[in-house]
């Protein structure tokens, strides 16, 4: 199986350890990633989206031509790209008007948007192409003993009906892939709300966030996973901030999805980024040795 | 004699809403009949009461410009977590209708410098993200190919096509 991925900029650039776990476990998988050097930003769905929503879907649609002209699916792996990419898609397949206003844009840099593949969120792929079976086949070293508290975040499931994803008011989609590595989903009051990054009040985006450490911290869960690169810096850096606010550590480590499947398929704990993070207490990081006897950080 | 002003009555302003009627989502907001659906599930709302994607809504269909697009307007605090689009029935998508106004406040400089920060890096660079050595350190500690985004020259003329931006 072939995919052309778009890994969007805060992966690549800010979190690069996540594309490592993503090509670690794709590898695994058998899947074949094709990098396409001419993308841009996807672009961002909050600021970009707010200043101008036409530019935004004609850059979308750039980014969309490139993968046609390949003749195959896009997958993503921040919810972001997730949202503009998918919505643009969408959006164009779908109006007409609006996709022969685009292309008459993108016919001066000699490009087109015909609308003839899918672009998809790299969870999908692990559940309706690879499969269950096939994932749990690749797993070496499950994550024994490890509780997962999942945070979903936004943009992996709404619009609803542009994601298609899963049921946006009991998601199942995380629990089934975290369950897949060994590891322990553990249930939250707050698994759904949003980490509130977009807020411009910086007051009411801690709030937020303070609002999901405390559900979490209340299910006694050993770290956070997400699939989204902005939630993960609400959380992990953002955590910081959160904890000066209101005066409370909740010393809780925040994980991409792919690091941890990653792990359960035999990379060590170097090859899928841990030390970058900010937030690791020593504990997870025993409890992650242990669970799969792996090489010291 | 009484003074018109002292009424307090506002009108209808139907030229702001034609002008948000033009902008992709914009259009949605005529739908709306207030049934506030889309308030309970709103995050912002949970902890900023006086944000609210029904009067929100609302003031677009009065066409309360200043109030909606005038400076530290209160819209610019949407996570834009989409549960009001989940929620509404009347396929308003509240916030479609948010950006469609952040848009409009766009004309009017009234945005957080924040917004047109981020739209100035990716027409010179192609990224929200600078290219640090920091990052450029660790994608190779983490054997990871090196950094490319060729797209520059492609995004100049697009920008060109669209001058306002
Ligand atoms: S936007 Fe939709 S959900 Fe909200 S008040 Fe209007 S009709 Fe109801
Ligand atoms: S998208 Fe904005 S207005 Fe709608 S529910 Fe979320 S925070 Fe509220």
């Known amino acids: 199986m072939k995919v052309i991925p778009f890994w969007g900029c ?29 993308f841009s930003c996807c672009p961002d769905p909050i ?27 896009i997958i993503t792996m921040c919810s972001g790209c997730t949202s503009t990419l998918c919505e643009a898609n969408y959006h164009l397949k779908k109006d007409p008007e609006l996709r022969e206003k685009v292309n008459k844009s993108l016919k001066a840099i000699g490009r087109e948007f015909r609308g003839t593949i899918n672009v998809r969120h790299v969870v999908t792929l692990l559940r309706d192409d690879i499969g269950m079976e096939k994932l749990k086949h690749s797993i070496e070293r499950p994550l024994k003993d490890v509780k997962v508290a999942i945070h979903y975040g936004c943009h992996l499931l709404k619009p609803s009906e542009i994601m298609r994803v899963d049921d946006p008011v009991i998601p199942k989609i995380l629990q089934e892939i975290i369950e897949i590595t060994g590891a322990t989903p553990i249930n939250h009051k707050e698994y759904l709300l949003c980490c509130g990054k977009a807020c411009q009040d910086h007051e009411l985006m801690l709030n937020m966030s303070a609002d999901v450490f405390e559900s979490i911290h209340a299910s006694k869960a050993d770290c956070l996973g997400l699939i989204c690169p902005t939630c993960f ?32 398929q035999g990379a060590s704990l170097e090859e899928v980024g841990i030390k970058y993070h900010k937030i690791l207490p020593r504990e997870f990081v025993m409890k992650l040795q242990r669970s799969g006897e792996l090489a010291a950080v | ?8 009555m506002k009108t209808i302003d139907y030229s702001f809403r034609e002008r948000l009627n033009k902008v992709l989502g914009g259009f949605g907001h005529n739908y709306c009949y207030q049934c506030g ?7 912002t709302h949970r902890h ?13 269909l009065f066409g309360f410009e200043d109030e909606l697009i005038g400076s530290d307007s209160i819209i610019w605090n949407c996570t834009n977590c989409y549960n009001c689009h989940e929620r509404c029935p009347q396929e308003v998508s509240p916030i479609e209708v948010i950006i469609a106004l952040k848009n409009l406040s766009i004309e009017k400089e009234t945005n957080p ?22 990052a450029q350190k660790r994608r190779a500690e983490l054997d990871l190919p090196s950094y490319k985004m060729d797209c520059i020259d492609e995004l100049e003329k697009l920008f060109k096509l669209r001058e306002m931006l």
């Open chain 1, 47 to 73: 600021y970009f989206k707010a200043a101008d929503k036409l530019t935004w879907l004609t850059l979308a649609a750039r980014n969309i031509a490139l993968a046609e002209e390949h003749e195959l699916d």
């Open chain 2, 1 to 8: 004699m009484k003074d018109k002003k002292s009424t307090n």
């Open chain 2, 48 to 60: 900023l009461d006086e944000f609210n994607p029904r009067t929100i809504i609302l003031k677009a």
């Open chain 1, 233 to 264: 810096d609400s959380f992990d850096l953002g955590q910081i901030r959160v904890a000066r606010k209101v005066n409370k550590e909740y010393n809780l480590p925040v994980i991409y999805y792919f690091q941890m499947l990653a792990l359960a």
């Open chain 2, 113 to 134: 410098p924040v917004v047109l920060n981020i739209v100035d890096r990716v027409k010179k660079t192609g990224s929200t993200v600078s290219l640090t050595e920091l």
């Open chain 2, 37 to 43: 659906a889309c308030v309970a599930d709103c995050p």
């Open chain 1, 10 to 38: 805060m992966i690549a650039l800010k979190y690069p350890q996540m594309e490592k776990a993503v090509r670690y476990s794709m590898d695994k998988l058998g899947v074949e990633l094709v990098d396409e050097p001419r």
